[in-house]
């Protein structure tokens, strides 16, 4: 019987394809991504942080948000390639 | 399909994400997600991978697969790939399009608009959801939703408010104001006699006063006359009825969560509301100056801790909170904590049983007074508290302000408990600090799940000997801020609240707790 993947083996891939793009990430994205989501630092301190708007936060969570859903989406497209 | 479908999605993303899209954006956004799919892919994987991001950093401080796992996909079912991403797909897009139509619905109907009633007049630390107006900047009316810290906002005939976080209003105008949630505090000046407020349940009407309202998530109502009195009647379209009453001052009345019954004779409470915006709060962990709570989150004390960690009483090892269980300590034990840099160890402080030993040398805490022994985990980098028959979490807030967050730590202490840091070594870690003071604001949060069952007490020392000790009363509310000179070669720091008898919603914390 072929293989299928469940729901939670597509999370898990997703999980595994996620870390990986969080480790390749620059030290000033990881070093946003902390403040954002582990020490819930709100976008004003950030932005006073970085010396730069509210705004240009945005801007900025949402190129690192880009750059992961890119890379994600290719590591799940290579790793699903027949062996 | 890899690239955002029109160029500032990601931007757009990740503000909807905070509540900060303005409605023509708001606008800009649902329609796009609605007429192309490629939006709405990209929408939905783009959630998905903050879910992931957000999930996993406040877990684990890493990707833990079987907690996302758990949070993404829940239920039990195994079914085929296909239909798993449908599934998956399908139950992000219902959210998704639920939040949408939600905050839309807040945004359009109630954003303020119009006429300005009055100007923001100062605030502390606010944080808004939706409209997020600046001192000194007009008030429209609509709906203004304060989520962390306070604000303080002057209506056109003069009438003073203050809210404190989390505190949903909407300004009618400048004779009214509905509270849908929250803490506000009211000052009405005799040219705007007659200033009223709605609660879900209630309408307080000023008869030339100062007071204070309480509107509780599930609809009870407080009213609470500081000075010269108010009336209050049930919310007219509940009770269908005039039902009211006078409240004079120094009193204070509960409309019941159904709007039914209106409670009268309890005596006011001044120590829950704030009439004047406190001094600007301390900065996040500036140079200069070390975080006790990060040293007791396993850091040191400049940021590396783990949120939520701390160290347990009874064994004096690192555990990760918030504690969920009352353990009782039968004899007094100094329990060293070797696994802690900066932290000479830990204790369960009792009076009745003998010495309390506060440190590895053998100091003792002579004044510690009698208590029960009870101790709930220890103490904790964390500024949350569980209580144990709702099963709930609750973000400890003092002046409306969050704490346990890199701006504002705080370190936990729920009675009975004590801990002494070892000044010598944090001195030898950290040549470049001068530690001549500790400073901290110190308090119970007012909106626990129910009342502290007994007085708690706080006691800090230095080298062994008394130098601060603050009382809190059940019935009385009170937040201290808290500055102890360290005379140079002091070796030891320590803190220890006590409860004189059952410690149930103690929930003493120190918020800011910086050695400088």
Redesign the interface.
Request: aromatic residues 4%; glycine residues 2%.
């Given at each position: 019987m072929d293989y299928?993947?469940?729901?939670?083996?597509?999370?898990?891939m997703?999980?595994?394809a996620?870390?990986k793009c969080?480790a390749l990430l620059d030290d000033r994205a990881k070093r946003i991504?902390?403040?954002r989501?582990?020490?819930?630092?709100?976008?004003?301190?950030i932005a006073s942080y970085l010396k730069v708007s509210r705004?240009h936060v945005?801007?900025i969570?949402?190129?690192i948000?880009?750059v992961?859903?890119?890379c994600?989406?290719?590591t799940l497209a290579e790793g699903s390639r027949p062996v | 399909m890899s690239t955002p479908p029109f160029p500032d999605m990601d931007e757009l993303l990740q503000r909807l994400l905070d509540d900060q899209l303005e409605p023509d954006e708001m606008q800009r956004l649902a329609k796009a997600i609605r007429e192309d799919p490629r939006v709405r892919d990209y929408y939905i994987d783009s959630l998905l991978v903050s879910a992931v991001i957000r999930r996993s950093s406040q877990v684990t401080g890493e990707l833990s697969k079987s907690d996302l796992i758990r949070a993404l996909s829940g239920g039990e079912n195994r079914p085929s790939l296909k239909h798993g991403v449908r599934h998956l797909r399908s139950i992000a897009a219902i959210l998704i399009l639920g939040t949408l139509a939600v905050a839309s619905l807040t945004l359009f109907r109630h954003r303020p608009q119009g006429p300005a009633v009055g100007t923001l007049a100062g605030v502390y630390e606010a944080q808004w959801r939706g409209a997020h107006p600046l001192p000194g900047e007009p008030l429209r009316r609509g709906v203004y939703d304060l989520r962390d810290g306070l604000a303080k906002m002057e209506l056109g005939q003069g009438t003073s408010l203050l809210l404190e976080a989390p505190c949903h209003v909407e300004l009618k105008g400048v004779d009214e104001v509905t509270l849908t949630k929250g803490t506000l505090a009211v000052v009405v000046p005799p040219q705007a006699r007659g200033f009223r407020v709605r609660t879900p349940t209630a309408l307080i009407t000023d008869l030339g006063t100062e007071f204070g309202v309480i509107a509780r998530p599930n609809g009870r109502t407080e009213a609470h006359v500081l000075k010269g009195r108010v009336s209050i009647a049930l919310a007219a379209d509940r009770a269908g009825q005039a039902t009211s009453r006078i409240v004079n001052e120094g009193l204070a009345v509960v409309v019941d969560a159904a709007g039914q019954k209106i409670q009268g004779g309890l005596a006011a409470r001044a120590d829950l509301f704030l009439l004047l915006l406190p001094s600007v709060g301390q900065p996040s962990n500036p140079a200069g100056q070390l975080n006790l709570a990060d040293i007791v989150g396993g850091g040191n004390g400049r940021g590396t801790g783990t949120w939520e960690r701390g160290i347990d009483l009874g064994t004096g090892r690192a555990f990760k909170g918030p504690a969920t269980t009352i353990r009782r300590a039968r004899r007094n034990e100094f329990r060293p904590s070797p696994q802690f840099r900066g932290v000479d160890g830990v204790f369960v402080p009792n009076g009745a049983l003998g010495p309390v030993v506060i440190s590895s040398i053998g100091l003792t805490f002579a004044e510690c007074p009698r208590t029960i022994g009870s101790y709930y985990g220890g103490p904790a980098n964390s500024g949350k508290f569980f209580d144990i028959p709702s099963r709930q979490t609750h973000t400890a807030r003092l002046h409306g302000l969050s704490f346990g967050t890199s701006a504002h730590p705080a370190l936990n202490l729920h009675p009975n408990a004590g801990i002494t840091f070892d000044l010598g070594q944090i001195r030898q870690d950290n040549p470049d600090i001068r530690i001549d003071r500790f400073t901290a604001v110190c308090g119970i949060p007012k909106d626990l799940p129910q009342p502290q069952f007994s007085a708690a007490d706080v006691w800090v020392l230095l080298d062994g000997v008394v130098r601060l000790h603050l009382n809190y009363p059940a019935e009385r509310n009170v937040v201290e801020k808290i500055d102890i000179p360290i005379p140079a070669g002091t070796r030891f720091l320590t803190l220890v609240t006590t409860c004189s008898g059952r410690a149930d919603y103690s929930w003493i914390f120190f918020g800011d707790p910086f050695l400088q």
């Open positions: 299928v993947p469940t729901i939670q083996d597509e999370m898990a997703r999980i595994e996620l870390r969080q991504l902390k403040m989501y582990e020490r819930n630092t709100p976008v004003e301190e705004r945005y801007h969570l949402g190129q948000n880009s992961l859903l890119r994600m989406r290719r | -």
